[in-house]
């Protein structure tokens, strides 16, 4: 049984750090990219970060490049999201996908964390 959960979400004062988390099971981990979508209330989803299979490859939006940074750890199908200097901007559900190297029409979604920047 696939699963993908998200961990992590909170609320936190502008400026601050989270650290998202994201477990996999179900599927062979080390063989999907893997990526964080958030969506604002009222706004689309929009891609955050992606990371390849190995983790050699990151990309990040223009507008959290500098302050998140993606990673993994494939011995633990866990995928991460630091978020540092966060914004009020940045309030928004946070998705995890994993997306299969070799045929991207096949991928999972996470439940989704919500997190709140404000003071």
């Known amino acids: 049984q696939v699963q993908v959960v998200e961990s992590g979400g909170g609320l936190v004062q502008p400026g601050g750090s989270l650290r998202l988390s994201c477990a996999a099971s179900?599927?062979?981990?080390?063989?999907?990219?893997m990526k964080w979508y958030r969506q604002a209330p009222g706004k689309e989803r929009e891609l955050v970060a992606t990371?390849?299979?190995?983790?050699?490859?990151?990309n990040y939006a223009d507008s959290v490049k500098g302050r998140f940074t993606i990673s993994r750890n494939n011995a633990k199908n866990t995928v991460y999201l630091q978020m540092n200097t966060l914004k009020p901007e940045d309030t928004a559900i946070y998705y995890c996908?994993?997306?299969?190297?070799?045929?991207?029409?096949?991928?999972?979604w996470g439940q989704g964390t919500q997190v709140t920047v404000s003071s």
């Open positions: 990371i390849s299979t190995a983790g050699g490859i990151r």
């Open positions: 996908n994993a997306e299969f190297a070799y045929d991207r029409s096949l991928n999972y």
């Open positions: 179900g599927f062979t981990f080390s063989t999907y990219a």
